[in-house]
């Protein structure tokens, strides 16, 4: 398996990429407002890729359940001196811009970005058309509704078949778009427009996501599910043991990339799991 981001190709066969989150935003239900500040978000960039972060993902709006829309202009002037910094600072890094909006990934891709994240897998019209014009990589998310409405609709007869035949919709729309194949990695959105029954269906049946035939990225990091299946009752911070035992259950299960707040933990977390994977297969 193989997830090409412009000049950047991810073997993923054997290989489990962690993705370092950055938020720099005032809202976000995790690290809101601790990175607000560029030079923050950027020393917090650097941390993560010593922590051994292959991918960031810089993001300029939350999409938290209940977050309202961030106009594109006000994104990228949270981004804009993140970005471009660090790729100044470290041009080999892989960074991805998690955006719903065409106009921000356009100029997240210029400032050089190699990855689009779009947990709204292709609400934009103008989306697929810029990931492809630059050959970059595309992450495609199931979600229902938008995170302001997202949680009054998390009912499904089956929420593995139904997120599998949507990823396998938005792709082809993906490709019909110009995005090749290679470039989509698929994100079941873990905690959007799910419950905390449903997202832990659908870590352990990555299996049937990974049958598409692409990469699988999965976001469980500090998220409430965790807290209503373990009882946590204190910020998500307290959440990390948890994530762990998530990310250890999405690499045996085979996911391909983790979406994750704490990456050294998260790295070594994965060293294990993919011995034990080694072991069996
Ligand atoms: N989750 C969040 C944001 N972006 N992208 C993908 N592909 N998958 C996810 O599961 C995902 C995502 C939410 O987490 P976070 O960024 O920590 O919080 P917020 O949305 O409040 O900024």
């Given at each position: 398996?193989?997830?090409?981001c412009?000049?950047?190709t991810?073997?993923l066969?054997?290989?489990v990429?962690?993705?370092?989150?950055?938020n720099?935003?005032?809202?976000?239900?995790?690290?809101?407002a601790?990175?607000l500040?560029?030079?923050?978000?950027?020393a917090?960039?650097?941390d993560?890729l010593?922590e051994g972060?292959d991918?960031?993902d810089?993001g300029?709006e939350s999409?938290?359940?209940?977050?309202?829309?961030?106009?594109?202009?006000?994104?990228?002037?949270?981004?804009?001196p993140v970005?471009?910094?660090?790729?100044r600072?470290r041009?080999e890094?892989?960074?991805?811009?998690?955006t719903?909006s065409?106009?921000?990934?356009?100029?997240?891709?210029?400032?050089?970005?190699?990855i689009?994240?779009d947990?709204s897998?292709l609400a934009?019209?103008?989306?697929?058309?810029?990931?492809?014009?630059?050959g970059?990589g595309?992450?495609?998310?199931?979600?229902?509704?938008?995170?302001e409405?997202?949680?009054r609709?998390?009912?499904y007869?089956?929420v593995?078949a139904?997120?599998?035949?949507?990823?396998?919709g938005r792709t082809?729309v993906?490709?019909?778009?110009?995005v090749a194949?290679e470039?989509?990695?698929?994100?079941p959105?873990?905690?959007?427009a799910?419950s905390?029954?449903g997202?832990?269906?659908l870590l352990?049946?990555?299996?049937e996501?990974?049958?598409?035939?692409?990469?699988?990225?999965?976001?469980?990091?500090?998220k409430?599910?965790?807290a209503?299946l373990?009882?946590?009752?204190g910020?998500?911070q307290?959440?990390v043991?948890?994530?762990?035992?998530?990310?250890t259950?999405?690499?045996w299960?085979g996911?391909?990339?983790?979406?994750?707040?704490d990456?050294?933990a998260t790295?070594?977390?994965v060293k294990?799991?993919?011995?034990?994977?080694r072991?069996?297969r």
């Amino acid at each position: 398996m193989i997830w090409r981001c412009r000049d950047v190709t991810f073997l993923l066969t054997d290989r489990v990429l962690v993705m370092g989150i950055v938020n720099v935003t005032p809202d976000s239900f995790s690290d809101g407002a601790r990175y607000l500040d560029a030079g923050a978000a950027v020393a917090r960039c650097h941390d993560l890729l010593a922590e051994g972060a292959d991918v960031l993902d810089l993001g300029g709006e939350s999409t938290r359940p209940g977050a309202e829309a961030v106009e594109p202009d006000e994104q990228w002037r949270r981004l804009e001196p993140v970005l471009t910094r660090v790729m100044r600072e470290r041009p080999e890094v892989v960074l991805s811009v998690d955006t719903r909006s065409a106009d921000v990934a356009r100029r997240a891709l210029d400032a050089g970005a190699r990855i689009v994240n779009d947990v709204s897998a292709l609400a934009d019209p103008a989306m697929a058309a810029a990931v492809a014009k630059a050959g970059a990589g595309l992450v495609l998310m199931h979600m229902r509704g938008t995170p302001e409405t997202m949680q009054r609709d998390t009912g499904y007869a089956d929420v593995t078949a139904e997120v599998a035949a949507f990823l396998r919709g938005r792709t082809a729309v993906a490709e019909q778009a110009g995005v090749a194949r290679e470039c989509i990695a698929l994100d079941p959105g873990i905690g959007f427009a799910k419950s905390a029954e449903g997202s832990l269906e659908l870590l352990a049946r990555i299996p049937e996501l990974a049958a598409i035939g692409r990469p699988v990225l999965v976001g469980a990091s500090r998220k409430s599910f965790l807290a209503h299946l373990t009882g946590d009752e204190g910020p998500p911070q307290d959440r990390v043991p948890a994530s762990l035992a998530a990310a250890t259950i999405a690499t045996w299960q085979g996911a391909h990339v983790l979406r994750v707040h704490d990456v050294a933990a998260t790295a070594r977390a994965v060293k294990l799991a993919i011995a034990a994977r080694r072991a069996v297969r």
